[in-house]
């Protein structure tokens, strides 16, 4: 996919049919949805790329909530957007693990990628617990 730029961003929320406010230094956009939810979002006046990493991703899934194909066609297109019933779902982050946690499991043998595995911190305490007893899970 393309990078996407500022231009991108504002010819989605006119073909998506946004209402635009010319403030001093963005466009600020509402859209009011069917099931009464309104989105926001603000596009800078500036045609370049939105070059900040993860910054595109985040307002495809928070202020957008259309998918990066889907956000795409409606540019190419037109609208408008086709969005799920429910808000786009934000990647699911690994579980946070205590940092005493994964030192030790380093210690015992356990590998990094076996680690990251983990679902969770109560999952990680039962595996530290079995490798100090000398015993696989």
């Known amino acids: 996919m393309p990078q996407p730029t500022h231009r991108d961003l504002k010819k989605f ?3 998506d049919r946004w209402d635009p406010k010319k403030r001093t230094d963005h466009w600020r ?12 979002t603000k596009v800078s006046f500036g045609s370049g790329e939105i070059g ?19 956000f795409w066609r409606v540019v190419r297109e037109g609208g408008p957007a086709q969005r799920p019933d429910a808000p786009v779902a934000a ?28 679902p969770s911190q109560s999952e990680a305490d039962e595996l530290l617990r079995h490798r100090r007893e000398g015993r696989r899970p």
Do not use: M
Not at 52 to 70: D, H, K, S
Not at 105 to 118: C, E, H, W, Y
């Open 13 to 15: 929320c006119e073909n």
């Open 29 to 40: 956009c509402t859209k009011r949805l069917p099931d009464g939810r309104t989105l926001r």
């Open 52 to 70: 900040v990493p993860g910054l595109f991703a985040a307002i495809l899934r928070e202020q957008l909530q259309v998918t990066e194909e889907e």
């Open 91 to 118: 990647p699911t982050k690994p579980p946070s693990l205590d940092a005493t946690t994964v030192l030790q499991l380093r210690k015992l043998g356990v590998s990094l990628d076996d680690i990251r595995a983990l």
